[in-house]
């Protein structure tokens, strides 16, 4: 019974219900007699659940599958430049969606614009036999009874863009490719570039918090940290990484850029009851360090 | 006749997505289901299979052959739920350090709203309480019908550890269950 080797047959046997009762009880050698009855009970309510009462719906699965669909051909939009002649048009849409993005009417004749005006615009250039900027999928349609078709449809725009770094849609979209699984090396690009704002600061403790790479977390902390930002939730963050994060590096870093206001008897205390190897020690022994010279 | 899954690997390679399609609506039962005691929740699971099969487009070059496209996708899965896992626990556990209140971890849709039957809720209860090993190999094995060398294969270990983690798990299952009735 102590190799698994000495039991594949007869497991087999048990699991498939040919177990003879003296081979059942050998398998079971030392156990109480009831337990392969029990055993092929559960095996038997067990086979008996149907899994797929446990998962959602046709209609939500068809909708996840779409999601992905959808990533998939924006994953792998055409590179850069190829639409350069779509630069106007591209621009155009995004004036549209900055000025969605931040409720102004100020932005002259492309405020007007709807995106279906966009669509159509782009539809009259494919027409003239130029290739559009935009991917259609998921439609639905029917005739009306007037004979029009009303239609919905899901519209992916490619945009090329050249912005400066502070610009409020740069810095939207870096800050969306660092929480949502861009790349290793474009969520590092993400970092460097980052401009200001809370947004922004947020998708950088996110990033410092819970990336999954070392270093996308340590190259955000120190976007944090230079920024000096005193907002509380940058504090809180550096806490969170003191306390949680494996890297010592990241965790001394951390306690450098603490304000003193959240250097206190709580943080020792809470280290000294985490502390159980070198690197902790290490961490505790900064800790008591920057208390002192907050003290004096 | 069906096409297999090889061939609809091929075909997703060659650029068809449609049978990329053709393969998540094979797999989303079997992916949600792996990573659903991972993730935070209904939604959470979802959007987790979503990110798993959006993972596995990616790398699907580098699908072998050597097993199947099921056990491939469910290996995956249990990274990805695994990693989710780790992820949730950092997080609380640097909300349990800084005495930051938090909701608490919500459940999938309890088994007792949709499966018929108590001894059926209370065998697939005391499964989601179990270690996430003997679950897995319990739910690939007898909810997912999987053969025991395609167990081993998601579980990236040997027949005979898979049996052994099989037969442990079940032994661990009946005590849950006996416990809980």
């Known amino acids: 019974m102590d190799h698994p080797d000495n039991y594949d047959a007869l497991i087999d046997a048990l699991f498939e219900g040919r177990a003879t009762p003296e081979e059942a009880a050998r398998l079971l050698g030392d156990t109480a007699g009831d337990e392969l009855e029990e055993l092929a009970e559960i095996v038997d309510t067990l086979s008996r659940i149907d899994p797929s009462l446990r998962t959602p719906s046709e209609s939500q699965f068809r909708s996840a ?21 779509w630069l106007p048009l591209a621009a155009a849409l995004a004036a549209f969606v900055v000025g969605l993005a931040i409720g102004r009417s100020d932005a002259g004749p492309a405020e007007t614009l709807t995106l279906t005006d966009l669509v159509e615009r782009g539809a009259r250039q494919t027409a003239a036999g130029m290739s559009t900027p935009f991917r259609y999928s998921n439609l639905r349609l029917r005739e009306l009874d007037d004979g029009n078709l009303a239609m919905s449809v899901d519209v992916a725009a ?21 929480v949502n699984d861009a790349s290793l090396g474009t969520r590092l690009k993400a970092v460097r570039y980052a401009g200001a704002g809370p947004h922004v ?20 902390l120190e976007r944090l940290i230079e920024r000096n930002a005193p907002a509380a939730e940058t ?23 603490l304000d003193d206001d959240y250097i206190g008897s709580d943080l020792i205390e809470t280290l000294d009851n985490e502390t159980a190897g070198d690197g902790e020690a290490a961490v505790l022994w900064y800790a008591r360090q920057r208390l002192d010279r907050r003290s004096l | 006749m069906q096409v297999d899954d090889e061939e609809l690997v091929r075909a997703t390679l060659a650029g068809e997505l449609s049978a990329f399609d053709e393969l998540m609506q094979r797999y989303e039962r079997l992916v949600y289901s792996l990573v659903v005691s991972f993730a935070d929740g209904h939604d959470g699971a979802l959007d987790l299979t979503q990110e798993i099969f959006f993972k596995a487009y990616r790398k699907l ?10 056990a491939w996708l469910a290996r995956i899965a249990i990274h990805e739920g695994i990693n989710q896992a780790k992820s949730a626990t950092r997080r609380q556990a640097r909300h349990d350090a800084w ?6 971890h919500t459940l999938a849709p309890q088994d007792d709203e949709i ?35 395609e167990v081993a294969s998601v579980l990236e270990c040997s027949e005979g550890v898979a049996r052994n983690i099989l037969f442990r798990g079940l032994r661990k299952l009946r005590r849950q269950v006996a416990q809980a009735s």
């Open chain 1, 65 to 85: 599958r779409k999601a992905v669909l959808d990533r998939i051909v924006a994953a792998e939009a055409p590179a850069p430049g190829r639409f350069s002649r």
């Open chain 1, 158 to 178: 490619e945009l090329d863009l050249v912005r400066p770094k502070d610009d409020l849609l740069v810095n939207d979209i870096l800050a969306s490719s660092l």
């Open chain 2, 99 to 104: 005495h930051v209140v938090r909701p608490t």
């Open chain 1, 201 to 220: 600061r947020r998708a950088l403790i996110a990033a410092a918090l819970d990336d999954p790479d070392f270093s996308v977390r340590l190259r955000a």
């Open chain 2, 115 to 149: 499966l018929s039957g108590e001894r059926k809720r209370q065998v697939a209860t005391a499964l989601e309480r179990l270690a996430p090993r003997h679950r897995l190999a319990i739910e690939l094995r007898y909810l997912q019908e999987m053969g025991i060398p």
């Open chain 1, 235 to 257: 504090q809180e963050a550096l806490l969170a990484v003191i306390a949680n994060e494996e890297s010592v590096v990241m965790r001394l870093l951390a306690l450098e850029a």
């Open chain 2, 61 to 70: 070059a580098a699908f072998d052959g050597r097993g199947t496209v099921k």
